[in-house]
């Protein structure tokens, strides 16, 4: 099986270095050519179905990737992370060091707990490693889930430093399972 991991392109929020997590925010224009870079990069590899964010910016994302070429199912579970009180604020108020630590599990300000990203990443990535197995399996999510889902799919020590990859937009990583 393949899994092959997109975060979305960039947007107004990205560029100015606001905090979204799960607010429902367009791609820029920078964020669609981007994508459309992307698109012709992968335009002769072959997905059996792709999972997206029901978010905008994923679906957008989806959308400019591939189109209608095969099946894309929203799915809740691939969200960006609740970033509670932080959502539309400053990014240099959101301490990732703390944030992303899996031992403290941190949920100040109402962002949501390292843990339960980890725990519906989990829950998805055993429905589609049981229903796709011999597939090759599109995801485009976010910097939160993608990172997630790395570190799950990868068997990455979960005590250890979480924060060592750099999931920029329009970020691309086929991973063979």
Not at 2 to 13: A, D, M, P, Y
Not at 115 to 127: A, G, M, S, V
Request: with cysteine.
């Amino acid at each position: 099986m393949k899994i092959t991991l997109v975060r979305h392109g960039q947007t107004e929020s990205n560029y100015l270095d606001i905090c979204q997590g799960s607010s429902n925010i367009l791609l820029n224009d920078t964020g669609r050519r981007e994508c459309q870079r992307l698109r012709e990069k992968i335009k002769d590899k072959h997905y059996d179905v792709c999972y997206m964010s029901p978010l905008v910016r994923t679906v957008e994302t989806a959308m400019i990737l591939i189109g209608d070429k095969v099946q894309m199912i929203p799915e809740r579970k691939l969200i960006d992370r609740d970033l509670g009180e932080l959502e539309g604020k400053e990014r240099s108020l959101y301490d990732a060091n703390k944030y992303w630590d899996y031992n403290l599990n941190c949920s100040e300000q109402g962002v949501e707990p390292v843990q339960d990203i980890f725990k519906r990443c989990r829950e998805f990535l055993d429905y589609i490693l049981e229903k796709h197995k011999d597939e090759s399996v599109l995801i485009v999510a976010h910097a939160a889930t993608i990172r997630a889902i790395r570190h799950l799919l990868l068997k990455t020590d979960l005590s250890k430093s979480l924060l060592h990859d750099d999931i920029k937009n329009c970020y691309y990583e086929e991973i063979e399972v």
